[in-house]
T-cell receptor
Framework: AQSVAQPEDQVNVAEGNPLTVKCTYS??????LFWYVQYPNRGLQFLLK??????LVKGSYGFEAEFNKSQTSFHLKKPSALVSDSALYFC???????????FGSGTQLTVLP | DAGVTQSPTHLIKTRGQQVTLRCSPK?????VSWYQQALGQGPQFIFQ???????QRGNFPDRFSGHQFPNYSSELNVNALLLGDSALYLC?????????FGEGSWLTVV
């Protein structure tokens, strides 16, 4: 079985400050990890993925994520937050043999001006 | 290059009715998956289609069925609608571990 935990329902950060959205996962094999963002009344927008290789993955809009195998974590980060980053963020995982993505419950990010 | 396109964007149905949702995958993508996202929750996997066959199914009843056409487009059918089927239905297309979602179809069952 595979699962994802996003321990924070809500993250608030001031504009210009660094942001982190946390994600931990559980899979039986090698993890394939993803971050998506969802704006109100919209679909999911792909930000980045980790399949293999460097532990630091760079994605769209200045976001990056760090894969930590020992801590089974894949936290999303951005050095300087923008008000327009305010949205709902989902972490997702699958192992190499699974077909489906398993999503976390989402974290609402609010960037305060 | 068009992304994943879904139709209709919004629809309202009555309990007991049937609904068909449609999806065209991103160009070059041969695998289509469907997800249900209830309000305030993360998406839940319904099923995946590849080469016109259902390849894997999540924990959804048989009322949920699908189809994939030779051009890789797909349909999701839901029979005997329940109030609890009200949700955003997301289509995802994938090719070699890159997975993209459409804007979704908002279904309201009254």
């Amino acid at each position: 079985a595979q699962s994802v935990a996003q321990p924070e329902d809500q993250v608030n950060v001031a504009e210009g400050n660094p942001l982190t959205v946390k994600c931990t996962y559980s899979v039986s094999g090698n993890p394939y990890l993803f971050w998506y963002v969802q704006y109100p009344n919209r679909g999911l927008q792909f930000l980045l993925k980790y399949i293999t290789g460097d532990n630091l993955v760079k994605g769209s809009y200045g976001f990056e994520a760090e894969f930590n195998k020992s801590q089974t974590s894949f936290h999303l980060k951005k050095p300087s937050a923008l008000v327009s980053d305010s949205a709902l963020y989902f972490c997702a995982v699958r192992d190499g043999s699974a077909r489906q993505l398993t999503f976390g419950s989402g974290t609402q990010l609010t960037v305060l001006p | 290059d068009a992304g994943v396109t879904q139709s209709p964007t919004h629809l309202i149905k009555t309990r007991g009715q049937q609904v068909t949702l449609r999806c065209s995958p991103k160009s070059g993508h041969d695998t289509v998956s469907w997800y249900q996202q209830a309000l305030g929750q993360g998406p839940q996997f319904i099923f995946q289609y590849y080469e016109e066959e259902e390849r894997q199914r999540g924990n959804f009843p048989d009322r949920f069925s699908g189809h994939q056409f030779p051009n890789y487009s797909s349909e999701l059918n839901v029979n005997a609608l329940l109030l609890g089927d009200s949700a955003l239905y997301l289509c995802a297309s994938s090719f070699r571990n890159t997975i993209y979602f459409g804007e979704g179809s908002w279904l309201t069952v009254v």
